[in-house]
Every structure is written in structure tokens, then in C-alpha cells.
């Protein structure tokens, strides 16, 4: 099994910034993937941004310009700098990882969710 720590949340004024953190840990298994959704009250769960292992990251419109992932691969963290937020950026914020367990073997994984709140 894999465990997702989820850290740096809370509340900020509309223009500031947060960065979301997001520790894998276990054993016998390599990432393949790991990004983080967020869920708007009302709203589906919805990708913010993704960066494969490989390199390769996908945004939100919403997020393209504003946020930026990082990978520390021999950790096995991620890292979501949000900057310029705005009140429509208040959600519940959930890390998520595809992994493989003992080679081939596909897992998704889902961390607790930390809250992010925009306000003034």
C-alpha cells in the first residue's frame, strides 16, 4: 500500500499564494503519475494538475499561468505552487498518484484532501 501526506493548505487573501505539498511512502512500488483535483461544494472533482515521472504535465485553463507542479522523484513528492488566487479557487484539494506495485501491477491512490479557502 501507499500513503499520501498531504500538507500546506489553509486560508488566503484573494493575490496570495499557497504551496500544497504531497508525500508518497510505502514500499515496492514506482509512480508513474501524481497530480492534484480539487472539489468545489456542489461541483465534480475536477484535475488541477498532473506531472508524469516522465516529465510531462497537464493543467486546468484555470490553473495555466497560476500554478505550477514539481516533481522531486527521488522522494517521491510533488509540490503545487499557487500564485494570484483567486475566491473561486476555494475548494477541498486532493492529491492524487498512479503507482505500480511489483512491476506491473496499476494502482490509483487518493489522499484525504486538505481545504484551501480565498477570502477577504
Known amino acids: 500500500q501507499v500513503q499520501l501526506a498531504e500538507s500546506g493548505g489553509g486560508l488566503v487573501e484573494p493575490g496570495g499564494s499557497l504551496r500544497l505539498s504531497c508525500a508518497a511512502s510505502?514500499?515496492?512500488?514506482?509512480?508513474?503519475?501524481m497530480g492534484w483535483y480539487r472539489q468545489i461544494p456542489g461541483n465534480e472533482r475536477e484535475l488541477v494538475a498532473s506531472?508524469?515521472?516522465?516529465?510531462?504535465?497537464n493543467y486546468a485553463n484555470y490553473a495555466q499561468g497560476r500554478f505550477y507542479i514539481h516533481r522531486d522523484n527521488a522522494k517521491n513528492t510533488m509540490y503545487l505552487q499557487m500564485n494570484r488566487l483567486k475566491p473561486e479557487d476555494t475548494a477541498v484539494y486532493y492529491c492524487?498518484?498512479?503507482?505500480?506495485?511489483?512491476?506491473?501491477?496499476?494502482?490509483?491512490?487518493w489522499g484525504q484532501g486538505i481545504q484551501v479557502t480565498v477570502s477577504s
Open positions: 506531472r508524469r515521472t516522465s516529465g510531462t504535465a
Open positions: 510505502g514500499s515496492k512500488f514506482s509512480v508513474n503519475d
Open positions: 492524487w498518484a498512479e503507482v505500480y506495485h511489483n512491476g506491473d501491477n496499476r494502482a490509483i491512490y
